[in-house]
């Protein structure tokens, strides 16, 4: 079969067979939620047209997942509707929302689907529930499935070994991304279906799991009657692969000129605000590269530029540009390269040796302030800073960048142990945050703890040789006075 995927970006997760004989392709939408710069939705295209079926693309939203609340369920839901706005009146397509209505409702959908189906293809994400979710998928289905990844500019699985730090990441990257950036994902893949027909949904699946999209076109579905968190309401940001075009043209339009110097200032606020949409899968990396590039007169050329490792300089473009680009590439990837590699990524077992030995010996320190989880989600400590940040991430759903670092560290140093403080900080950055569940999540938060990083003196109580960061320092780098004024209780 003809096809513009990578093969290194393409997972085998079972030994069957296509079927010859079935009716249409699916495309099982789970991470990458959108219909534009899609591997995984391409491969499952290139099945299409090779074997001359239509597309059923599913996006199915449950509601049992860890930590579901109006906040993750709404943003889903705007992305839900921007699809079949996408989708309609497209040839070769049939597009099935399904929004589950109680625990488990959803259980047996992909294998009815999987009945009547030549192949199925599905987004390929390392972490959270997914991989959990494709492995049971995988023996159940009764035909071939594929899992794709459309995650960054890098294949995942390239890179041989979890890398320890953002420098030597940096420096295999700046070696092979070159070669990757040829294959770029279509803009619009479903062009080549214009001469097929759009499958019909079998009437056992419509039946038992019905479609959405009454619910989708008028507002999106009642959230109340969902067992979902509503004390966790919705932040004003809206999901989607329209609304995270806006914001990539709101920060390339206002905010990149600024980003370099001003990206640490909470009170300026620079930071691009694509994470939600690049978690949710909304917007791809690639879409981002090429509009980045448009604005930066750029062409991939690389010849002579060495693979060193540095920050600066290797991309060839503005100042500004390789900041973003060194978040968006390099830091991003980083996160999925250990997540893809290391399956215990969300331990804290997975810290780097000296991190653990460090923290081991100082567990016991005594702490200046002890606080448990529910003071800590309350904001209810003596720092006001570590207040406000608090309470951004629970009204806003994020944490500025620079205090995302010292909200963690504070955490390690009021909690009665590491292994607690890991724990208090993924449960809240998870409960919370709208791009929380990610490998990035992990990144973050294992940073504060030493992963990515290196031993730093002098040795302290209760951090050891894990870097150290304060309130009264941050204070003095950064102006944050309106910061706290704004999220003050």
């Not at 192949?119 to 991989?131: A, G, K, N, R, S």
């Not at 492995?135 to 594929?146: H, N």
């Not at 890991?422 to 294992?446: C, H, K, Q, T, W």
Request: charged share 30%; net charge neutral; with cysteine.
């Amino acid at each position: 079969m003809k096809t513009g995927v990578p093969d290194s970006r393409i997972r085998s997760l079972n030994e069957r067979e296509f079927n010859p004989g079935g009716e249409y392709v699916v495309y099982w939408m789970t991470t990458q939620r959108r219909t534009t710069h899609n591997f995984a939705l391409e491969r499952a295209v290139d099945w299409a047209v090779d074997l001359r079926r239509g597309l059923l693309v599913l996006e199915a939203l449950r509601c049992d997942y860890r930590w579901a609340s109006e906040r993750f369920h709404r943003f889903v839901i705007d992305g839900m509707e921007d699809n079949l706005k996408a989708l309609q009146g497209r040839s070769g397509v049939t597009f099935h929302p399904y929004v589950e209505r109680s625990p488990g409702e959803g259980r047996g959908l992909i294998e009815a689907l999987g009945e009547k189906a030549a192949v199925i293809v599905t987004d390929d994400y390392p972490t959270y529930f997914l991989p959990h979710m494709l492995e049971t998928a995988a023996r159940r289905v009764r035909v071939k499935l594929e899992a794709v990844d459309a995650n960054g500019l890098l294949p995942m699985f390239a890179a041989p070994r979890p890398y320890p730090s953002a420098y030597t990441f940096r420096r295999y990257m700046q070696k092979v991304l070159p070669g990757h950036l040829a294959a770029r994902p279509a803009a619009d893949p479903m062009r080549r279906l214009e001469d097929l027909k759009g499958p019909d949904v079998p009437p056992s699946v419509t039946t038992r799991w019905p479609s959405a999209e009454a619910d989708l076109r008028s507002g999106g579905p009642d959230l109340d009657p969902l067992p979902l968190d509503h004390s966790i309401g919705t932040t004003g940001v809206r999901g989607g692969q329209q609304s995270a075009r806006d914001c990539l043209e709101k920060f390339l339009r206002h905010r990149l000129d600024r980003y370099a110097e001003d990206r640490n200032q909470p009170e300026e606020d620079v930071a691009s605000g694509l994470s939600p949409y690049l978690h949710f899968g909304h917007v791809s990396t690639h879409a981002i590269l090429e509009e980045l590039a448009r604005r930066e007169d750029w062409a991939p050329v690389f010849e002579g530029r060495p693979a060193s490792g540095r920050r600066a300089g290797w991309w060839g473009m503005s100042e500004q540009a390789e900041a973003f680009l060194d978040q968006l590439v390099t830091w991003r990837e980083l996160g999925f390269n250990m997540a893809a590699r290391r399956p215990d990524h969300r331990e804290y077992e997975s810290l780097p040796g000296w991190a653990l030995e460090t923290l081991e010996k100082h567990a016991v320190d005594a702490r200046p302030y002890l606080y448990d989880l529910q003071q800590l989600d309350a904001a209810s400590t003596h720092d006001e800073l570590w207040n406000a940040a608090q309470r951004q991430l629970r009204r806003d759903g994020r944490i500025h960048n620079y205090l995302r670092m010292l909200w963690g560290k504070k955490i390690l140093e009021w909690t009665a142990s590491p292994r607690e403080a890991a724990r208090v900080m993924i449960e809240l950055n998870n409960r919370y945050a709208i791009d929380g569940r990610d490998p990035n999540s992990y990144s973050g938060i294992f940073w504060c703890l030493g992963r990515y990083d290196r031993p730093w003196g002098p040795e302290r109580p209760v951090f050891g040789k894990i870097r150290y960061m304060s309130s009264t320092n941050t204070a003095r780098k950064l102006r944050i006075g309106e910061y706290v004024a704004r999220y003050a209780e």
